[in-house]
């Protein structure tokens, strides 16, 4: 059993309001995903103590370390500044804004993020669970890599790869696998939960980033396949066409908090290097310094004009809660 260490300052925030739900889970393709394009519906769930369960279908390693060289100019597997591999930085720095929202309250056992290995099967005998206070967080840290004309995870799902391997060399997925373990892991944490909803991509493909609508299609499939799992309502992302604000009190400055410790984590971490030539745009962030950044691939899952402005977006289709506790 290993604990993160901290590698941020959690803020002090406020305001909350409370959604008709008793539990939540957010299925997403990358680091980052739920906080960004689901932000206010997360930072709600969490902030108001309900059972939040996250699942991180990709490490988010493309650009960070994982394969030949990547958009950061540095050889697979070169670490870090806090001597961590890049997309590892990625992940710890999404827990440490997660942790910025968990109430006091709930983190009775452990102060700290906590790492099991859990196991699904001798296919997934290793699947990395974090968890502290309400939350609970999956990693299955498959690769955010392009193959042929398509992604990885994409190929998967569509057939024409077999099996897909976790980065760390642990698990390997077939696609029915794969779908097998998302409801696992949901029927785990959510046995007899009333009014469960659960949160995704949009499944159909569109102008999007592939991996969003591939691991929509999988959570789609997966619960379609299994009749139990229609117990949940459930809410459907768009990605990045999100338009409508949410007029919840708050839950936009505390996204936008929590977001900035992510930020920061990745900037101790030497993910990500400000520039200061003036040949780019000045992003302004209202904790700290101002820091010129570069827009390009250098920016990744950070805090850019590209990113922010996502900030309290809540467009998503879906059904109302329903009132039946989910018996899987």
């Not at 988010?60 to 070169?78: L, P, R």
């Not at 790492?115 to 840290?141: K, Q």
């Not at 820091?291 to 250098?298: D, R």
Request: charged letters at 15%; a neutral charge.
């Amino acid at each position: 059993m290993r604990s993160l260490k901290k590698m941020a300052i959690a803020a002090g925030l406020s305001a909350c309001f409370a959604l008709p739900a008793s539990a939540a889970v957010y299925v997403v393709a990358h680091p980052d995903d739920d906080i960004l394009l689901m932000g206010p519906n997360l930072v709600n769930d969490i902030i108001n103590g309900y059972p939040t369960v996250i699942i991180i279908v990709t490490a988010g390693d493309a650009g960070n370390g994982h394969g030949a060289t990547s958009a950061y100019g540095e050889a697979s597997g070169q670490f870090n500044n806090l001597n961590q591999q890049y997309y590892r930085t990625r992940l710890n720095a999404r827990l440490n804004a997660l942790e910025s929202w968990i109430p006091a309250a709930s983190k009775t056992t452990y102060r700290n993020w906590t790492w099991i290995d859990e196991s699904f099967g001798s296919h997934a005998p290793a699947v990395e669970r974090w968890f502290l206070g309400n939350v609970v967080a999956y990693h299955l840290n498959l690769p955010d890599e392009p193959e042929l004309s398509a992604t990885k995870l994409t190929n998967l799902f569509e057939g024409r790869t077999g099996s897909l391997s976790d980065i760390r060399g642990i698990n390997t997925y077939t696609a029915p696998q794969l779908r097998e373990t998302i409801r696992q892991i949901i029927s785990r944490n959510n046995r007899n939960t009333p009014n469960l909803v659960i949160n995704f991509h949009e499944y159909r493909p569109g102008g999007d980033h592939p991996d969003h609508y591939t691991v929509g299609r999988f959570v789609q499939t997966a619960i379609a396949e299994t009749p139990a799992y229609g117990c949940m309502s459930q809410a459907i992302y768009p990605g990045y066409s999100m338009t409508a604000v949410d007029p919840r009190p708050g839950l936009l400055d505390r996204q936008r908090a929590g977001y900035e410790i992510l930020h920061q984590t990745l900037l101790q971490g030497g993910n990500i290097t400000p520039i200061t030539d003036g040949s780019v745009d000045t992003v302004a962030h209202p904790t700290w310094m101002p820091t010129t950044v570069y827009q390009g691939s250098l920016q990744r899952g950070t805090m850019d004009a590209f990113h922010t402005k996502f900030y309290g977006k809540t467009q998503y289709a879906g059904a109302r809660p329903l009132p039946q506790p989910c018996a899987f």
